[in-house]
C-alpha cells in the first residue's frame, strides 16, 4: 500500500541513482530516486540508451526495406509496430488486401500479443522472486515462438507483412498446430492461476501497490491494457476496429483498481480473450493468395494508422514527398506515455515495489527511444 | 562422553580429543553438507522449474560446486578488504564456529552438556546474524547498507518467536539439556517432541521460520535480494570472499535445520524404537555413521523441504517479513507456550 503519513521518517533525503542497467529495471535506462529511508520520495527518469535511430534511419531506406526497420520499434511485439507502417502506407497507396491476408494478419497480431503477454508474465513473476513461474512461462513462450518461426521464417522480427498481402503463404498444417497451442495454452493459465495469480504473497505484493486511478491514465495519455485496468474500456479493435476484428464479436475486457494486480489480471484475461480468438479466426480463413507486389514509389502525401499493440496503440505517421523513400516516418507508442506516468506512481511506495511497479506496466524501452 | 570416544582410538589427552573432533566436524560434515546443500538446491530449483540445472561438471553436474570454488578462488575484486569488514567477518566466524562445538552430531560426542546447552546455538546464531548482517552495514554502498538494515531488523524480530519455541520445548522435556533431549526422543516416533504434543508440533514450524527470518535465508532473504538491491550484503562480495560468504550462511542455515531435527524430529534416533540396537551395535564408529547418517537424512528432507517452498513461492518485502513474524509468528508462540503448558497438565492430570 502507498505509505500514509506516519511512515515517512522525515530524515535527510537520500539520492540514490540505479540503472542504466539493474536487476529491478525492465530495461536500460537511468532512475534518480529520493528516498526517506526505504520509501521513495521523488523519481527522475533518463531515457535515450536504447536510441536507434530508427525513423531517422527509415528516411534514408527504400519503403520494402523500412518493414524491416518498423519491426525493430519493439521487438517483442514488432508484427503491430510493422503492421502500422505497413498499414499507413497501404492507405497511402491505396492498396487494397485480400480476405485471406486480412485474417491471416489478425491471426498474426493475435498470437504476437499472447507472446508479449506471456513475456509480460515472466518479468511479472521475476519482479515478485516467483523465478518458477517465470520459467514455466518462459517454455510455453517457447513454443509459440517455434510457430512464429515456421509460420515467419524467425521467432521475434518477423518481417512478415507486405504492402498489399504477406512475405508468404501460411499453410493449414501450421494453422492446425496454432490450435493445438492453443488448447494447450489454456490449460496452463489454469495453472498459472493456481501458481501465481492468486498467491497470496503475490497479492500482497501487488495489491494496492503502484495504484493509478481513471483520470490520471487518460491525463498521461495511457492507452491498452495500461488505460483498461483503471476503469477505461478504450480498445481499438472495438472502438474502431480494423482488419477483421468487427467479425470477432470482441468485447473490451477492464479491471477497475487500478494496482500492480489490475494490470496483471487485465493482460491475463487478455491473453484468454486472444486464444479464443484465435480459434475463431483460424475457423473462418477463407482459401487464397496473400501475395503481394513490390512497392517502389508511394504516392506523395501522409497518412497514419493505428493499431492497438499489446504495450497499448501504436501509431505510424507516414510522409511522402513521391519517391523512393518516406520523407518522414513517426510513430507513436504505448509506452511512451506509461514511463510519463512512472514517476507519480512511484513515490510513496518502497524500494522493493519498484521492480513489481515497472514490471506491471510492461515498459518497452526499445519503443519509447526507438 | 564424546572425548572419551577417542580412547577407542588411542587419543587420551581430552583437549586433542576435542580438538580433532571439532576439526573432523568442520572438514567431513559441515563443508561437504555445506556443499551438498547447495548442490541439491540448485538441481531442486532446476526441476521444479522445468530446467536441468547443472549438468556438465561431473556425472549429472555433481561436481559443479568445486568448480564454482575453482571459479571463484581465483577472482579476487579490486577493492581490499575495508576494516569493518574485516572485523565483522572475523566475528561471524569466530561466532559460528563456536557452535561446532555445542551441538552434537553423534550419541558418542557430545562435547559440551548443560541445562541451558540448547539455548547456546541459538545465541551464537543471533550473534552471527547480526555479525554478517552488519558486514553489509559497513559497506559504503546503498545496497549494501539497506541490505544490512533489512537483516538487522529480521534479525531482532526472529528472536522472539525462536526463543518461546525453545521455551514451549523446555516444558516438555524438563530443562535444555542435551541429556534430557536425547532422552525424552528415544523411544520411537511418537516420542519425538513435534509429535508427542501437537502444540510442539507448532513449535517446529515457528522455530523454522524463525530462524529463517533471524539468519536472513530463504524464503525471507530479503537482505540479499537480487532484484531490487544488486545482492545488498552480497553486493560486494565476490572472488574468495564469495566463497567464504556462502559457506558461513550455507553452514548457518544447515545447523539450523540440524538444531530443529534436534529439538523437535528426534535427531538421530530411529522411528521405530530402534535406538537400543544401535546403542547395542558393539562399534562405535559404525554407531556414530549410523547417527550422523540418519542425521543427515533428516536435515535434508527438512531443507528439501524449506527449498521447495522458497522456490515455488514468490518472495515478501521486507517489511512483509517483519510485520508477518512480529505479528503472526511472535503471538502465535507465546499463545503456544500456554497451549503446551495447558496440554502438558492435561495428560498428566
Known sequence: ?370 | MGTATLRVFGIEDPLVSFSLIVIGILFFLIVPGTIALGFLDRKLGANLQARIGPNRTGWRGILQPFADFLKLSQKNGSASFGSGELFWMGLALFFLFSNIGVVPFSRHAVLFDSPLALMLPLLLLLCFSFATLLLGFGQATVNGWFGGIRGIAQSVVGLLPAMTSLLALSLQTGDLSWANLIQTQSDGIFSWNAFSNPFLGLASVIYLCAGLVMLGLKPFDVSASRIDLHGGILSQMYGRRLILFRLLRGYGFLLWVVMTVHLFFGGWSLPFALDGVVSDLGSIPLSMAVDIGVLGAKSAILALFVFWVAKVNPKPRADQVTDFTWKYLASLSILNLLAVLLWKGFVHA
Not at chain 1, 521467432?155 to 498446430?177: A, H, I, Q, T, W
Open chain 1, 1 to 370: 500500500m502507498r505509505a500514509d503519513s506516519s511512515e515517512y521518517l522525515d530524515t535527510d533525503l537520500t539520492e540514490w541513482e540505479i540503472g542504466p542497467f539493474h536487476g529491478s529495471l525492465p530495461a536500460p535506462m537511468k532512475l534518480r530516486l529520493s528516498l526517506d529511508g526505504e520509501l521513495i520520495v521523488g523519481c527522475e527518469i533518463e531515457r535515450g540508451y536504447l536510441h536507434r535511430e530508427i525513423e531517422k534511419t527509415m528516411e534514408r531506406l527504400s519503403w520494402d526495406a523500412g518493414i524491416a526497420m518498423a519491426d525493430r520499434v519493439d521487438p517483442e511485439s514488432s508484427a503491430s509496430s510493422e503492421l502500422a507502417f505497413v498499414a499507413a502506407v497501404e492507405g497511402l497507396a491505396s492498396l487494397e488486401i485480400s480476405d485471406r491476408t486480412a485474417w491471416i494478419r489478425t491471426l498474426v497480431l493475435e498470437m504476437n500479443r499472447v507472446s508479449s503477454h506471456l513475456g509480460f508474465f515472466s518479468r511479472m513473476a521475476r519482479s515478485a522472486g516467483a523465478e518458477t513461474m517465470s520459467q514455466y512461462v518462459l517454455r510455453d513462450r517457447e513454443r509459440l515462438l517455434d510457430l512464429f518461426e515456421l509460420m515467419t521464417g524467425s521467432r521475434y522480427l518477423y518481417r512478415f507483412f507486405r504492402f498489399g498481402g504477406l512475405n508468404s503463404e501460411v499453410s493449414d498444417g501450421v494453422l492446425e498446430r496454432v490450435l493445438t497451442f492453443c488448447r494447450e495454452l489454456k490449460l496452463r493459465i489454469k495453472e498459472y492461476n493456481d501458481l501465481f495469480s492468486y498467491n497470496r504473497i503475490f497479492l500482497k505484493r501487488t495489491q494496492g501497490v503502484g495504484l493509478l486511478d481513471r483520470r490520471e491514465a487518460m491525463n498521461f495519455g495511457l492507452t491498452g491494457p495500461n488505460l483498461r485496468s483503471t476503469g477505461a474500456g478504450f480498445d481499438l479493435r472495438v472502438d474502431q476496429p480494423y482488419l477483421k476484428y468487427q467479425n470477432l464479436d470482441l468485447e473490451s475486457i477492464v479491471q477497475v483498481s487500478g494496482d500492480c494486480h489490475a494490470r496483471y489480471l487485465q493482460r491475463l484475461y487478455e491473453v484468454d480473450q486472444s486464444l479464443n480468438m484465435i480459434r475463431l479466426i483460424v475457423d473462418q480463413v477463407p482459401l487464397g493468395g496473400a501475395s503481394f507486389e513490390p512497392l517502389a514509389k508511394v504516392p506523395k502525401g501522409e497518412n497514419y494508422a493505428m493499431i492497438e499493440s499489446p504495450r497499448g496503440l501504436v501509431g505510424c505517421h507516414v510522409v511522402s514527398s513521391g519517391g523512393a523513400e518516406p520523407v518522414r516516418v513517426a510513430f507513436r507508442t504505448g509506452s511512451t506515455a506509461a514511463l510519463s506516468a512512472i514517476p507519480g506512481v512511484l513515490v510513496g511506495y518502497r524500494i522493493e515495489d519498484l521492480s513489481v511497479i515497472l514490471a506491471s506496466f510492461d515498459i518497452s524501452m526499445a519503443e519509447v527511444d526507438r
